[in-house]
């Protein structure tokens, strides 16, 4: 079979399929680049990875793509499912018999709950599809694969599980199929470097955080990683292919977990001269950020999470306050700049600690933020937790936009007025005069700072305006 691996167009800007972590609009332009797709698109040479939201393709045109395939994998997430099974719908409907497949943690998660709201849907993925996916495609027949749930004579049928990949280094790599499927100048997040390119040396956490998605529903609670050897050979081959990249990211959702092979992989990229970046916890050591920044490591992506300890306590996060102050100072000592992450409605949460967590951001006063509302995803202990307490509103995870709502009710605060925080909390940030005359001082001397500066503004302002409008979902 011809297989098509689709990230499907979706509304504007919204960054949520095939390897991103925010399955919303963002504030402004952000796409990832669809990783887990690329796995089994390597192994089949007759495939192709379309991410239609950041190549700006519509519906139209991805049928009219599509057309062309025999097999279309949909990778889809709890928000975007029913759109995303329309576009299926309109798929099928232009090349009848051509077999639909969606993958991703709602479905590893809902297999059988999504086949049967679904209807245009032939079979799902439990958990990581690469082999799964190539199985069916080299035309195994559906009983013998391991790890899918598919339709059968009117009711479902639930294959074995699969086991989680442990050789990774066997799979392809992801940036060979970039280079064959994607334009990389397509993808851009606003704290890294553009041109980057992002993949992951590892899969999995072992974390125990109760609102975090993918470890829970898809990637498992242990760190898998590839070889020091793999990694470094992705690094040369990006730039041998991409001579106008600024700057990689190491996606893993954890990349020091492992604090030896992360100062390992270090040394050996230093002599390549490439910026990069990674994910990382606040409990990375000082001589590991040492070793990172020494080899060329200009930013870190650090969840804080929120400026209250008994929060950090009830999400289970392992952190706590004063080793984010540490961190934060051991980054600045070092000249690493932090992209800090922060989420509003956690459980415990109250006015009273928004604000704390409000004048934690500032006092760690990093690069750049990014503040989310708590999302209940299925499969998570954290959606459990809300189920059981009656805390979740019947209310759709993102707005009629793509902007994500807040179903949330706490004793004491309202959904509403957690989703108004967010706005609060970038602005008491970004409006700072200290922030305010960092941001102008970098814009005097740089041309290009000065344009990305207003179009991000620009499109932060756009942001605010439609959150408004989207308020009443809350």
């Known amino acids: 079979m011809k297989v098509l691996f689709l990230n499907p167009p979706s509304f504007e800007d919204f960054d949520g399929g095939a390897g991103s972590r925010y399955q919303a609009t963002r504030e402004v332009r952000s796409f990832w680049y669809p990783t887990w797709l690329a796995y089994p698109a390597g192994m089949l040479p007759d495939s192709r990875v379309l991410d239609s939201p950041a190549s700006g393709i519509d519906v139209a045109g991805t049928v009219e793509i599509a057309k062309a395939y025999d097999l279309v994998v949909l990778y889809t997430s709890t928000p975007s499912l029913m759109n995303d099974t329309a576009i299926a ?28 709201v679904c209807k245009p849907i032939d079979f799902v993925v439990r958990g990581e599809f690469d082999y799964a996916v190539v199985e069916v495609a080299n035309g195994k027949p559906m009983a013998e694969v391991a790890g899918i749930s598919y339709r059968k004579d009117g009711r479902v049928v639930h294959n074995p599980d699969r086991p989680l990949i442990h050789d990774l280094d066997a799979l392809p790599l992801a940036t060979e199929v970039y280079k064959r499927d994607l334009n990389h100048r397509e993808y851009e997040i606003p704290w890294l470097q553009y041109p980057y390119v992002s993949f992951y040396t590892g899969r999995g956490c ?124 051991n980054c600045k000592d070092l000249g690493i700049l932090v992209h800090g992450a922060f989420v509003l409605g956690l459980p415990g949460e109250t006015r009273e600690s928004i604000e704390r967590s409000i004048r934690f951001a500032c006092e760690m006063d990093p690069e750049t933020i990014q503040v989310s509302l708590a999302s209940p995803y299925p499969g998570t202990k954290f959606y459990e937790l809300c189920v059981a307490e009656g805390f979740i509103n019947p209310t759709s995870l993102v707005s009629e936009t793509g902007y994500q709502s807040c179903v949330l ?66």
């Open 89 to 116: 719908a309109k798929i099928k409907e232009a090349k009848p018999g051509m077999l639909a497949c969606f993958v991703g943690p709602h479905v590893s998660i809902l297999p059988g709950e999504t086949l049967d």
């Open 206 to 329: 072992s974390s125990k955080c109760i609102y975090c998605l993918w470890p829970q529903t898809y990637s498992g609670n242990s760190y898998r990683t590839r070889s020091v050897e793999s990694v470094v050979e992705e690094v040369k081959l990006i730039l041998k292919y991409y001579p106008d990249i600024k700057e990689i990211f190491f996606d893993d959702d954890n990349f020091t977990e492992d604090q030896g092979r992360a100062i390992e992989i270090s040394k050996r990229i230093a002599p390549l001269g490439i910026s990069w970046g990674c994910n990382a916890k606040v409990s990375v050591k000082y001589d590991t950020l040492k070793a990172m920044r020494e080899a060329g490591m200009r930013v870190i992506m650090v969840g804080y999470e929120t400026g209250d300890q008994n929060i950090l306590n009830n999400v289970r996060k392992g952190t706590t306050i004063e080793q984010a102050r540490v961190f934060t100072k």
């Open 409 to 474: 009710n706490y004793p004491g605060i309202s959904s509403a007025e957690i989703f108004m925080a967010v706005e609060r909390f970038y602005k008491k940030f970004y409006y700072r005069p200290s922030y305010v005359y960092k941001v102008l001082r970098k814009a005097a001397f740089d041309s290009e700072e000065r344009k990305r500066i207003y179009r991000e503004a620009k499109e932060f302002y756009g942001f605010i305006a439609k959150r408004r409008e989207a308020l009443k979902g809350c």
